[in-house]
């Protein structure tokens, strides 16, 4: 049993109009519920279990920003319950880390019910996200790592979404740093394809490598919905060197490579690099 008992009790969130509670899962840790879906999950007791298959993928490439263990910087735009965060601070103590939500209520919910360990370096922020986004790069602010994880399908909010945004966050970015974004689809995957072309629109203006796609192999093969992660920026490049090896015993993940990131799971799995996402996109786009 977790040494963080959530106590159950139920906010209302402002800007959503939603409901949202934590309650333990069966299977160990809790589940954060907004509007009585299942959004998250997260164990503090073991923050380095991550249950859902996207953000595992989301933090085999925060492994290889930089050498194992060594604090990063990491803007996350949607903070949901606090899973990456408190993954970055078990496997990088002393990271600094920014979390952007909407709505106010949220992030303060799920601290006073699941705590962050004691020395967390999190600044939350209460803003949306590419207005956050925007205020952080015209101050100068710079991450290793910027992940977007919001709810941003075809019925989602349109400026959270297309190149102009992804060219702001890539800007964010250090000569080393990642851009990370989720992308939920339904059959078809067509809004995955128009994505990944904006993406490499961004990626294009701005110099910098991407996008490559991770998800299942089941997914991308029979083009079904699912959770996609698309990866870019100059991280791609500095892992490319040749001669890498994936992930060793000690936990390091090794250069940011497809075949390494491929070799972490989850399975089965496909990481497709920039070719190989743009070959997608036209798969996708000839049916």
Request: glycine share 12%; aromatic share 4%.
């Amino acid at each position: 049993m977790s040494a963080h008992p959530a106590s159950g009790r139920t906010v209302h969130l402002s800007a959503s109009g939603e409901d949202a509670r934590i309650l333990p899962d069966e299977l160990g840790g809790f589940v954060l519920e907004i509007g009585g879906a299942v959004q998250s999950h997260v164990d503090p007791a073991e923050p380095t279990a991550i249950r859902y298959e996207y953000l595992r993928r989301v933090a085999n490439v925060l492994d290889g920003v930089a050498p194992a263990g060594a604090p990063v910087r990491v803007l996350h735009l949607g903070a949901g319950a606090l899973t990456l965060p408190r993954y970055v601070q078990a496997t990088r103590p002393g990271s600094a880390q920014t979390a952007v939500d909407l709505d106010r209520e949220l992030v303060s919910f799920v601290l006073a019910e699941l705590p962050m360990p004691a020395g967390t370096d999190l600044d939350s922020v209460v803003a949306d996200a590419r207005l956050a986004a925007v205020d952080l790069l015209m101050d100068g602010e710079r991450f290793d790592a910027v992940v977007l994880d919001i709810g941003t399908g075809e019925d989602g909010a349109e400026h959270l979404r297309g190149a102009a945004f992804y060219g702001e966050l890539l800007g964010l970015l250090t000569d080393t740093g990642a851009l990370l974004v989720n992308i939920g689809d339904d059959d078809g995957l067509r809004f995955l394809a128009a994505e990944l072309g904006a993406l490499e629109a961004a990626c294009a203006e701005a110099g910098v490598p991407g996008p490559w796609t991770l998800a299942s192999a089941d997914m991308l093969e029979r083009l079904e919905l699912g959770n996609a992660v698309l990866a870019a920026g100059p991280a791609l490049r500095a892992g490319a060197a040749p001669g890498g090896t994936p992930s060793d015993a000690d936990g390091d993940a090794g250069p940011l490579t497809p075949a390494a990131l491929l070799a972490r799971g989850p399975h089965p799995g496909a990481v497709l690099d920039e070719a190989e996402s743009a070959a997608l996109a036209r798969r996708i786009g000839g049916r």
